[in-house]
């Protein structure tokens, strides 16, 4: 009897520990995904919508291994029998193995411990204390054994929306928290009245010319940029306050959007007194829902300039080009012919080697520059720069040397060699034009040609369409292929296998690694060359 009772202890301990590990993991892999959402509410909740049949999964095994452990309370032994515990206790086991990916180690970006998160995590434990200790109460008594199990299998149920319940909780808290920053980081601009604000934005680009307009601008002034893709609002105040100094003369702002009215909100604090549009394309069609919205979000910062502000825009575009009229302060851009009087590109050769191109200013002035950058599609990010900078009273033949020096954006097909063995890492946030571009990139080297790829994604209901047609660009650029999950990515191998590519040279595998294993693992004669064309976030 001794030895049972000590067993029956040993269980109920054992169950704790197991179920409360499994509720642990579950509280921090849903913080997680918040984090990469955004802390947006909706877009939180649409992602949960998107996964629900994995969290059906685990918030089942959740709630039958709180059960579980609330049976195992000491109260309640002589309900079950030594034999029905232990299988329950196999159970709980079962569900925390079930678990251990949730902790995910091996995750591309860990959830970062900030102030918020901090407070939204002692929010949800004060939340979750009540509604399971209230669970634990009721099954205490046998009459309302089954209340407290329904209690907390709606509790486990509703943990993926945890933090979006416990952030609105706590938004009057956040509201005040962000705006004190706001209003330091706006406090510190009005004390620089003469810096020049200029704001950069687009489907895709922007960061690429934000770094190359840096290195340009850098030849004649003291330059502060938003440092990697710090172009939300608070990222923007996040700079402000900690990178601006008194001796800078410019400020490279990048502005992200995922909805319309973003821009506006990043104009309203920092009044740029000129713009650059980079591209307008279907990005984040997920939640703009329509090009129209796109458009018009983009051009909230053309909106925002002072008259006597100058707008730079991508000629090429159409989306843009259909807008430009609007704004009699606009400066055309272009890396395949003349646009209304503005900067474009003549004479392009590009090889792996890099790129050469002629830019011709609206007065007729030319200069030929050379650069490292691989890709004919840089040139109209290039370009772009060197208007910008042009116009900052730095002349084109001054600009030849820091054209020079320019280095690949990380991410953005930037090259690394690794033995026989080079890397062309394009991983940053594919889109359809990027992705293009990236593989017509690929198909000027002379080797074994190797594209890795999980697809495109937040293309909304047309993100089958625009992978099909990633698939039939790839065929005519590619040696082999390694798909990164079958779901996915099955429009791409549709579109492989349109255009004739040999199914044989086609991988698809769970994971990069299985991915990469497979393109080093090629036997071919000849230098491999691995283009990492996007690189889905956690959340996906």
């Given at each position: 009897?001794?030895l049972?009772?000590?067993?029956?202890?040993?269980?109920?301990?054992?169950?704790?520990?197991?179920?409360?590990?499994?509720?642990?993991?579950?509280?921090?892999?849903?913080?997680?995904?918040?984090?990469?959402?955004?802390?947006?509410n909706?877009?939180?909740?649409?992602?949960?919508?998107?996964?629900?049949?994995?969290?059906?999964?685990?918030?089942?095994?959740?709630?039958?291994?709180?059960?579980?452990?609330?049976?195992?309370?000491?109260?309640?032994?002589?309900?079950?029998?030594?034999?029905?515990?232990l299988?329950?206790?196999f159970?709980?086991?079962?569900?925390v193995?079930?678990?251990?990916?949730?902790?995910?180690?091996?995750?591309?970006?860990?959830?970062?411990?900030?102030?918020?998160?901090?407070?939204?995590?002692?929010?949800?434990?004060?939340?979750?204390?009540?509604?399971?200790?209230?669970?634990?109460?009721?099954?205490?008594?046998s009459?309302?054994?089954?209340?407290?199990?329904?209690?907390?299998?709606?509790?486990?149920?509703?943990?993926?929306?945890?933090?979006?319940?416990?952030?609105?909780?706590?938004?009057?808290?956040?509201?005040?928290?962000?705006?004190?920053?706001?209003?330091?980081?706006?406090?510190?601009?009005?004390?620089?009245?003469?810096?020049?604000?200029?704001?950069?934005?687009?489907?895709?680009?922007?960061?690429?010319?934000?770094?190359?307009?840096?290195?340009?601008?850098?030849?004649?002034?003291?330059?502060?940029?938003t440092?990697?893709?710090?172009?939300?609002?608070?990222?923007?105040?996040?700079?402000?306050?900690?990178?601006?100094?008194?001796?800078?003369?410019?400020?490279?702002c990048?502005?992200?959007?995922?909805?319309?009215?973003?821009?506006?909100?990043?104009?309203?604090?920092?009044?740029?007194?000129?713009?650059?549009?980079?591209?307008?394309?279907?990005?984040?069609?997920?939640t703009?829902?329509?090009?129209?919205?796109?458009?018009?979000?983009?051009?909230?910062?053309?909106?925002?300039?002072?008259?006597?502000?100058?707008?730079?825009?991508?000629?090429?575009?159409?989306?843009?080009?259909?807008?430009?009229?609007?704004?009699?302060?606009?400066?055309?851009y272009?890396?395949?012919?003349?646009?209304?009087?503005?900067?474009?590109?003549?004479?392009i050769?590009?090889?792996?080697?890099?790129?050469?191109?002629?830019?011709?200013?609206?007065?007729?002035?030319?200069?030929?520059?050379?650069?490292r950058?691989?890709?004919?599609?840089?040139?109209?990010?290039?370009?772009?720069?060197?208007?910008?900078?042009?116009?900052?009273?730095i002349?084109?033949?001054?600009?030849?040397?820091?054209?020079?020096?320019?280095?690949?954006v990380?991410?953005?097909l930037?090259?690394?060699?690794?033995?026989?063995?080079?890397?062309?890492?394009?991983?940053?946030?594919?889109?359809?034009?990027?992705?293009?571009?990236?593989?017509?990139?690929?198909?000027?080297?002379?080797?074994?040609?190797?594209?890795v790829?999980?697809?495109?994604?937040?293309?909304?209901?047309?993100?089958?369409?625009?992978?099909?047609?990633?698939?039939?660009?790839?065929?005519?650029?590619?040696?082999?292929?390694?798909?990164?999950?079958?779901?996915?990515?099955?429009?791409i191998?549709?579109?492989?296998?349109?255009?004739?590519?040999?199914?044989?040279?086609?991988?698809?595998?769970?994971?990069?690694?299985?991915a990469?294993?497979?393109?080093?693992?090629?036997?071919?004669?000849?230098?491999?060359?691995?283009?990492?064309?996007?690189?889905?976030?956690?959340?996906?």
């Amino acid at each position: 009897m001794y030895l049972l009772e000590k067993l029956e202890i040993i269980t109920l301990v054992c169950g704790l520990l197991a179920g409360t590990g499994a509720v642990v993991a579950l509280i921090k892999f849903n913080l997680h995904m918040f984090q990469l959402n955004g802390y947006k509410n909706g877009e939180h909740l649409h992602w949960i919508k998107k996964n629900a049949r994995q969290f059906r999964i685990l918030t089942l095994d959740g709630a039958l291994a709180l059960a579980a452990v609330l049976l195992l309370w000491p109260l309640h032994l002589e309900i079950l029998s030594m034999a029905a515990k232990l299988v329950l206790l196999f159970y709980l086991v079962l569900t925390v193995w079930n678990y251990r990916y949730l902790n995910r180690s091996h995750t591309k970006k860990k959830l970062v411990y900030t102030s918020r998160v901090k407070r939204l995590l002692a929010t949800e434990l004060v939340v979750l204390t009540i509604l399971i200790g209230l669970a634990a109460v009721l099954t205490w008594f046998s009459s309302a054994l089954l209340t407290g199990w329904l209690l907390i299998g709606v509790v486990l149920a509703l943990m993926p929306c945890l933090p979006v319940v416990c952030n609105f909780l706590n938004s009057p808290m956040e509201k005040a928290v962000n705006q004190h920053f706001v209003n330091d980081a706006l406090s510190r601009l009005r004390q620089m009245p003469d810096m020049k604000i200029i704001g950069i934005t687009g489907s895709y680009g922007k960061t690429s010319v934000k770094f190359y307009l840096k290195t340009l601008l850098e030849a004649r002034y003291s330059v502060l940029m938003t440092p990697e893709s710090f172009n939300t609002p608070m990222g923007v105040v996040r700079t402000i306050r900690e990178h601006l100094r008194p001796d800078h003369e410019i400020f490279l702002c990048e502005m992200g959007a995922r909805h319309v009215g973003d821009i506006k909100e990043i104009c309203d604090m920092v009044h740029p007194d000129w713009g650059v549009i980079t591209s307008i394309g279907p990005q984040h069609l997920e939640t703009f829902f329509t090009m129209e919205n796109i458009v018009h979000t983009k051009f909230e910062l053309a909106d925002a300039l002072p008259d006597h502000g100058t707008l730079f825009l991508n000629g090429d575009c159409s989306y843009i080009t259909d807008y430009c009229d609007r704004y009699p302060n606009r400066v055309l851009y272009s890396a395949e012919e003349q646009r209304q009087g503005g900067y474009y590109a003549k004479d392009i050769r590009v090889s792996e080697l890099g790129t050469d191109f002629t830019v011709v200013s609206p007065e007729g002035e030319e200069a030929r520059y050379q650069t490292r950058l691989i890709g004919g599609h840089n040139v109209i990010n290039l370009v772009g720069a060197i208007a910008v900078a042009h116009r900052m009273g730095i002349p084109l033949e001054e600009l030849k040397v820091p054209v020079r020096r320019l280095q690949p954006v990380p991410h953005r097909l930037q090259m690394r060699q690794q033995g026989n063995v080079t890397i062309i890492d394009d991983a940053y946030n594919s889109n359809p034009v990027g992705s293009k571009a990236a593989v017509e990139t690929l198909a000027m080297f002379e080797g074994v040609r190797i594209l890795v790829t999980p697809g495109m994604v937040e293309l909304g209901d047309s993100e089958e369409e625009y992978n099909y047609k990633f698939g039939t660009y790839a065929a005519g650029c590619c040696d082999y292929v390694a798909l990164v999950g079958e779901r996915h990515t099955r429009p791409i191998r549709e579109g492989l296998l349109a255009e004739g590519f040999d199914e044989t040279r086609i991988f698809t595998g769970e994971k990069l690694e299985d991915a990469l294993q497979f393109a080093y693992g090629i036997r071919e004669q000849g230098h491999k060359y691995i283009l990492l064309e996007n690189d889905l976030p956690d959340n996906y």
